[in-house]
């Protein structure tokens, strides 16, 4: 399950995610947040058809996650990915703030329009950065739906998650220390291979 608000130029995707640590099997899930580009498209159709609405490249993301074996709340494993190479996130970008106190930390970036990131705000339209930072607090309560608190079970998490099964599988595939990964957990996920 995914939410989507489009703006003229960028829209924010919320959703819940389920990751596994490449190189120790550890499990990972809560609120994946996004900045994602729209791109344009000719206008189809007549004057009430339909359009459309394709999100693109990646701009800025933020994980506020939990480690499946940690009391869930803890957002220890809580980063974010401030630029992407492509559709290739940086590497994790850790702040104390965002573990602490991680729906302010959201809040404080999409009000701001990422002030705090290394390269300032994100060039975004006038527009589309005055709607975005008034919809700080809507993103906010989209989020903390998808938060890693909410989720309690391995079909609660496959079930806000199946869209993303080939990359779960991707993950399953890659883990390094199979012997530790938690096969029950992961179970729906590898259904139908």
Same mark, same amino acid.
């Given at each position: 399950m995914q939410?989507?608000? =489009?703006?003229? !130029?960028? @829209?924010?995707?919320? %959703?819940? +995610?389920?990751?596994i640590d490449l190189d120790d099997a550890s499990m990972e899930h809560g609120a994946r947040i996004e900045l994602r580009e #729209?791109?344009?498209?000719?206008r189809r159709g007549?004057?009430? /058809? @339909?359009q459309l609405i394709t999100l693109d490249r990646p701009r800025w993301r933020a994980d506020l996650? *939990? $480690?499946? /074996?940690?009391e869930p709340g803890t957002f220890g494993v809580a980063h974010y990915h401030p630029e992407f190479s492509g559709n290739e996130p940086c590497p994790r970008v850790w702040d104390p703030e965002l573990t602490a106190r991680p +729906? $302010?930390? #959201? %809040? *404080?970036?999409? /009000? !701001? #329009? !990422?002030?705090?990131?290394p390269d300032g705000? +994100?060039? #975004?339209?006038?527009?589309?950065a005055a709607e975005l930072g008034g919809l700080a607090d809507a993103v906010v309560t989209l989020a903390r739906q998808m938060a890693p608190d909410r989720c309690r079970s391995a079909a609660e998490c496959f079930r806000? =998650? $199946? *869209?993303? $099964?080939?990359s779960v599988q991707l993950m399953i595939g890659s883990v390094r220390q199979r012997d530790r990964l938690d096969v029950e957990w992961v179970r729906p996920w590898q259904a139908g291979l």
């Open positions: 939410h989507i608000l =489009t703006l003229t !130029g960028v @829209a924010v995707v919320v %959703r819940h +995610w389920f990751e #729209l791109v344009a498209h000719p007549s004057e009430s /058809a @339909a996650f *939990d $480690r499946l /074996a940690d +729906w $302010r930390w #959201l %809040r *404080d970036q999409l /009000a !701001g #329009l !990422g002030a705090a990131q705000p +994100w060039a #975004l339209d006038p527009a589309d806000l =998650t $199946r *869209d993303a $099964r080939e």
